[in-house]
Every structure is written in C-alpha cells, then in structure tokens.
C-alpha cells in the first residue's frame, strides 16, 4: 500500500477527501447502526450490499440451492490517540495517546485481530503499533488519499479476518461509510466535510461483512459504534 505524509493533523485530498485533519477521551459503550435496505456500494471487487438487520437464512449442504459457503469478517476503524505538540508537522502520541494506545489493545485483546493497517504518521503507527505487538502482526501503511482503495482492499477480505485501520478525524468517518454503514454520530461541518470534533478521540467504529457462494459479492451486514479509554 502506498505511504505518504503530511503536515496537517489530516491528509491531502483526493476524490472529494478532506485535506485538513480535526483532532477526545471515553467507557465503553455503543450505538447500533445499520445502512438502508437495498442501499449499494459498488467496488473493483463487486458489491457491499447493505442488509440492515435481516437475519441470514442458511440451509444445510444438503438442501438443493443451499449456497456452497457463508464466510463473515470485521472491520474496527479507529482515529488515532491523542497527539503530542513536538512536531506540528508530524506529532509523535503524547502521554494521554500512548495511554489511549494501550487502552485499545487490551480491548482488542480477545478479537483475534489478523491485520492492521495505518497511515504513515508517527500519531497512526504510535497508535497500532501496541495492538500490532500484541497480536503478532506487522502494521501495513496505507494511502489515505484512495479510499477506493482501502474499501476494495477490505471488502475482499478473507474468512475471519478481523481487521482494524488506524486513520484520521476525516479519513475515518468516511471509509466507515464508505464501507456500507450510515454516517457516525456527532460529526461536525467544516471547509473539508463532516469530520469528528477536534477533541474527539474515543470512537471506535464497528463494520461486519458476509459473503455467500459468490466470491465478487461482499454484503455489509450492520455496523457499531463505540466508545473506549478513559
């Protein structure tokens, strides 16, 4: 994936992305989310095919028409923790977001996270690099700037896959939705769309997929938000 860098507390735009970053602490809690039936994101790859709350149906193998496999993965995107004031082109975490850091780690502790993904800031590795420790994986960078991207790479997950992607007050918000579920709740305006408040650094946004018989065909299967750290 590609790396890139930048001076604001964000990223560059491309396709419609803000460019300007807004940079908040939380208990757990959530706020269930689900897209409108028959809603449809179209990818590279296929489908992202909202379901909202339908249950799955699924007959046995012997059952004539029975589809040959169900395979489901999720999706945690998170905003990186709090940020220092050492560099103002590229901050390092500060006390509170190493604490927030590992506050997310032993959350995820018992998801059985298979990757995770960040973009090439000190404040996004800082904030995956413990989550990445702890589940013996190595953080993959990607590019902010191609949300096409990120959401065709995610969509074609395999069987399993728990995912979490570590980006920003404006990146986050929207491949969370770009990925099938509804707008995140309390997102503010600004000259670079509806972003998280600046010192809002305590969501932790939930995205579960299932893909059935088809392999070009991933269904976007409800959403979560949630709330974490001190």
């Known amino acids: 994936m590609a790396q890139t860098r930048n001076g604001h507390d964000g990223v560059p735009s491309q396709d419609g992305m803000p460019s300007h970053e807004q940079a908040t602490p939380g208990g757990l809690s959530s706020v269930s989310g689900s897209l409108e039936p028959g809603s449809v994101i179209t990818t590279r790859r296929g489908l992202l095919c909202g379901l909202g709350a339908a249950p799955l149906l699924l007959a046995s193998r012997e059952d004539e028409g029975a589809p040959a496999a169900l395979e489901s993965w999720s999706v945690f995107l998170v905003r990186h923790a709090e940020k220092g004031t050492d560099d103002p082109r590229d901050p390092q975490l500060s006390n509170a977001g190493k604490e927030r850091a590992a506050a997310l ?34 953080i993959e960078i990607y590019d902010p700037r191609d949300p096409n991207a990120i959401v065709e790479a995610l969509a074609g997950s395999k069987h399993g896959n728990v995912t979490v992607v570590v980006g920003h007050s404006n990146t986050t918000p929207i491949v969370f939705q770009q990925l099938g579920a509804p707008e995140p709740a309390g997102l503010e305006d600004s000259r670079y769309g509806r972003i998280l ?30 709330r974490y750290g001190n």
């Not at 996270?113 to 702890?134: H, I, M, N």
Request: net charge negative.
């Open 197 to 226: 408040p600046e010192d809002c650094y305590d969501r932790l946004y939930l995205a579960n997929f299932v893909r059935i018989a088809d392999p070009d065909e991933a269904r976007f299967a409800g959403g979560l938000e949630l």
């Open 105 to 138: 780690a032993a959350l995820l502790a018992a998801a059985g996270v298979t990757r995770v993904l960040s973009t090439d800031y000190q404040r996004t590795r800082g904030t995956a690099l413990p989550l990445a420790e702890q589940s013996g994986v190595e």
